[in-house]
Nanobody
């Protein structure tokens, strides 16, 4: 059974930075795609940054140049978020695909002055 646990969310002022972490446990391999999604109030969940099975990285246009995804090993993934904007406010979820999608419970990021 795969489990994902996110951490690192919080309240930050516009222009600030946060670093999200996701720790995975269970039967996981580096080939399993992982990524970050977010869901803002009243909106659908959207992809923020993903690393494919081949290591290809994709970012949402809205975060390019500001967010950086990093996966130093098969079970940990990070999201460095810089120059945060109020519209980045959302619950951020860690995702892994291993025959099916697995999700963490999410961590709340609030960007507000």
């Amino acid at each position: 059974q795969v489990q994902l646990v996110e951490s690192g969310g919080g309240l930050v002022q516009p222009g600030g930075s946060l670093r999200l972490s996701c720790a995975a446990s269970g039967r996981i391999f580096s080939i399993n795609p992982m990524g970050w999604y977010r869901q803002a109030p009243g909106k659908e969940r959207e992809s923020v940054a993903r690393i494919s099975s081949t290591g290809t990285i994709n970012y949402a246009d809205s975060v390019k140049g500001r967010f950086t995804i990093d996966r130093p090993n098969s079970k940990n993934i990070y999201l460095q978020m810089n120059s945060l904007r109020p519209e980045d406010t959302a619950v951020y979820y860690c995702n892994l695909f291993n025959g099916r999608n697995y999700w963490g419970k999410g961590t709340l990021v609030t960007v507000s002055s």
